[in-house]
């Protein structure tokens, strides 16, 4: 329905998203992380994403606390934008702790 | 272009829906950046609204437009769903990092993102949501060298006027800058990209004229109205080393000429009251004044003229294109006099008719027009139900709110009802402005006003007898406001 797909790499879950990450696919990702248990870190890749929404912001507080890590690949614009949402949520520690990949340089 | 959707709270339609909101947003002319901004927001509120407007198990429908000017892109949802009250959702990020708690959230996304946002809760007509973004060009300044635009034209002793083009953008924004400098009320004037675009896209027609170097040295346009067929005599401008060489009157007889060739039935000039000179200009042309518009922009300061900063008002001058020798509408029984008087004075003759016995509807029909850079909102009644005074009364107090300035009403003079809303309209503190001719779908409305700042009227100053009649019944009732006469 949505386009992800993953895979799974002893406890580490790779994510491939095209477009936002938002609510739709949120509830996606907690249907995958219910069925894949003992999962510590988790790789989103987001291709042709404009933005994660405050319910995608959520999903990765959530994780945050759970105490899996994350690293989300994207393009530049994309973490600006990212960046200025997080700011506005005062999160910065949720800022720092999310591991950043440029995609396409 | 304004678009419309009618959407199910599904969420599988989040998706496609801010998708196209992006993709119109490009193509109406923001950049990525701000499109970007403006599908984050819509795509807060819009979820908000299928994951919480309705009953879990509800099928519920909302509606999306989506427009666009020369200045911005803005997105209008209207919904039906359960009353929300916006301070109640405040976001917290100790409740977010201690709870969870994302309540509140997505609306503070949304607000700091846009350039504007609007709520107004309307009771049983459901809420609506105003999202608004800029769109970003350069300034005439981040163009040229101020030495380049500055740089007087030399005097000329030929003149030729001619038809406005897409190539005309960058010298009209250079004599704009030239003889206004950062006054002229109009920003968009400023940005040759935005010049560029409405006359491509057939917003305006206008002229330029040129000395022998083929220097620009006057410039004056028509502006469609987006909601009736006649037009705006809104953009002017003369080099200040050409004026006094009777460059206004060719270019204003041009226009003339070219808006009977199009087939508009009036023109429109809201000319400022800091000074008379544009009022003067109308005059000589054959506008009539029909109304006084209190406030309708933001105050500025106008070169050579001395002034206190204030709100700037406007006399609405009406030149008719067509004839109209008779004119039946519904007088209301407090302003019956001065409308016939501007009636008289436009050459019509007017018939009052008589209210029939006749069961208003229990819905009104009313549009919104916001101007974000003016600060001002002009309510459009399209038809008056039983809820007409609780509709106006949740606008206004939304716009209020939002801080609007000036608040402005429509009211169809072809419709019965009319004459009984008045009174309760004045309750609330609204005033007469006047006559507006043919402003709405080719009918002419009644405008009423609010003031929200006191205003001097010592310096509205006006021409015309009518202008000064007009001035005079509008001193009256704003002395008669209730926080008006204890101040006085």
């Not at chain 1, 895979?7 to 996606?28: A, Q």
């Not at chain 2, 509606?63 to 769903?81: A, F, Q, R």
């Not at chain 2, 549009?367 to 850079?373: M, T």
Request: with cysteine.
């Amino acid at each position: 329905m949505y386009q992800i797909s993953y895979e799974r790499e002893k406890n580490s879950l790779r994510v491939y998203i095209e477009g936002e990450l938002n609510y739709p696919k949120v509830r996606f990702l907690e249907t995958i992380l219910k069925k894949e248990k003992d999962i510590s870190e988790i790789h989103i890749f987001l291709t042709c994403g404009k933005f994660i929404d405050t319910e995608g912001i959520k999903f990765l507080y959530r994780l945050k606390k759970e105490g899996i890590g994350i690293s989300i690949y994207s393009d530049r614009s994309f973490f600006k934008l990212f960046d200025k949402e997080l700011d506005i949520l005062s999160l910065e520690e949720l800022k720092k702790f999310i591991k950043k990949g440029v995609l396409n340089g | 272009m304004e678009l419309s959707l009618k959407l199910s709270n599904n969420p599988l339609l989040i998706e496609p829906t801010v998708d196209f909101v992006y993709r119109y947003s490009l193509n109406a002319g923001l950049d990525i950046e701000s499109a970007k901004e403006l599908s984050l927001a819509f795509n807060e509120i819009l979820t908000d609204i299928v994951l919480f407007a309705f009953e879990p198990e509800e099928k519920g429908f909302f509606e999306v437009k989506i427009d666009y000017t020369l200045n911005e892109v803005e997105v209008i949802i209207h919904e039906l769903g359960e009353p929300f009250d916006p301070d109640r959702h405040k976001y917290s990020p100790e409740k977010a990092k201690k709870e969870l708690n994302f309540d509140g959230a997505g609306f503070l996304v949304a607000k700091n993102l846009l350039d504007d946002f609007l709520f107004i809760f309307k009771g049983r007509e459901g809420k609506e949501f105003r999202l608004v973004k800029k769109i970003k060009h350069p300034h005439i300044t981040e163009l040229f060298k101020e030495e380049e635009i500055k740089e007087e034209t030399g005097k000329a002793v030929e003149y030729t006027i001619s038809h406005i083009t897409e190539d005309d953008a960058e010298d009209i924004a250079k004599l704009i800058y030239r003889a206004y400098g950062y006054t002229y009320p109009k920003e968009e004037m400023y940005y040759p990209e935005k010049i560029k675009n409405a006359i491509r896209e057939g917003k305006k027609f206008g002229v330029i004229v040129r000395n022998e170097k083929g220097e620009a040295v006057g410039y004056f346009a028509v502006i469609f109205s987006t909601d009736s067929n006649i037009g705006e005599v809104g953009e002017v401008v003369v080099s200040p080393k050409h004026r006094g060489k009777g460059l206004m009157k060719m270019m204003m007889k041009a226009l003339i000429d070219m808006a009977k060739i199009k087939g508009l039935l009036g023109l429109f000039g809201e000319a400022v009251t800091v000074h008379t000179v544009s009022q003067k200009v109308n005059e000589k042309f054959g506008f009539k004044s029909t109304a006084l518009v209190l406030g309708f922009f933001p105050p500025a300061k106008y070169k050579g003229f001395q002034h206190k900063p204030q709100r700037v008002s406007v006399v609405i001058d009406f030149l008719p294109l067509s004839e109209r020798k008779n004119v039946k509408v519904f007088l209301p029984k407090d302003y019956s006099r001065i409308l016939k008087d501007i009636y008289k004075n436009l050459g019509i003759n007017v018939i009052n008719l008589r209210a029939k016995k006749e069961k208003i509807s229990e819905k009104s029909i009313i549009s919104l027009a916001v101007n974000y850079n003016f600060s001002s909102a002009v309510l459009i009644v399209r038809k008056f139900g039983s809820d007409f005074i609780e509709r106006v009364k949740r606008k206004v107090k939304s716009l209020k709110e939002k801080g609007i300035k000036g608040i402005y009403i429509d009211l169809p003079l072809n419709q019965q009802w009319i004459k009984e809303f008045i009174p309760l309209l004045k309750k609330e503190d609204f005033i007469f402005a006047g006559l507006m001719p043919l402003f709405h779908r080719e009918k002419d409305y009644l405008r009423m006003q609010m003031i929200s700042e006191p205003v001097d009227f010592k310096q509205i100053h006006v021409h015309s007898q009518m202008a000064k009649k007009i001035k005079r019944k509008v001193y009256k009732e704003y002395k008669g406001l209730k926080n008006v006469s204890d101040k006085l």
